[in-house]
């Protein structure tokens, strides 16, 4: 059995900093995209940083030079450094991440961690 388990999130003001962490469990997997995506009620989840094989990074146009994600393929895990948060990044914040397990390609998410930017 694989998951992904994530750390991090909590409440923060606006301006300020927060890390989120997320490591894949289990065995005998291997992953291609891995990344982070948001969500708020009575809307779409979206897409905030995903990085496709280490070799490519895709950012929203909203977050793009506030937010950095980091992976570590030896160890499955990955990170997304945010800062300069602002109100409107408040979500529940989901890892994500594709992986081959058990003869094919599946989508796994974490469990959610929520992010909240208020004064």
């Known amino acids: 059995q694989v998951q992904l388990v994530e750390s991090g999130g909590g409440l923060v003001q606006p301006g300020g900093s927060l890390t989120l962490s997320c490591a894949a469990s289990?065995?005998?997997?291997?992953?291609?995209?891995m990344g982070w995506y948001r969500q708020n009620p009575g809307k779409n989840r979206e897409l905030v940083a995903v990085?496709?094989?280490?070799?490519?990074?895709n950012y929203a146009d909203s977050v793009k030079g506030r937010f950095t994600i980091s992976r570590d393929n030896a160890k499955n895990t990955v990170s997304l450094q945010m800062n300069s948060l602002k109100p409107e990044d408040t979500a529940v914040y989901y890892c994500?991440?594709?992986?081959?397990?058990?003869?094919?390609?599946?989508?796994?998410w974490g469990q959610g961690t929520q992010v909240t930017v208020s004064s």
């Open positions: 990085s496709v094989s280490s070799s490519s990074i």
């Open positions: 994500y991440a594709e992986m081959w397990y058990r003869g094919r390609w599946s989508n796994y």
């Open positions: 289990g065995s005998g997997f291997s992953i291609a995209t």
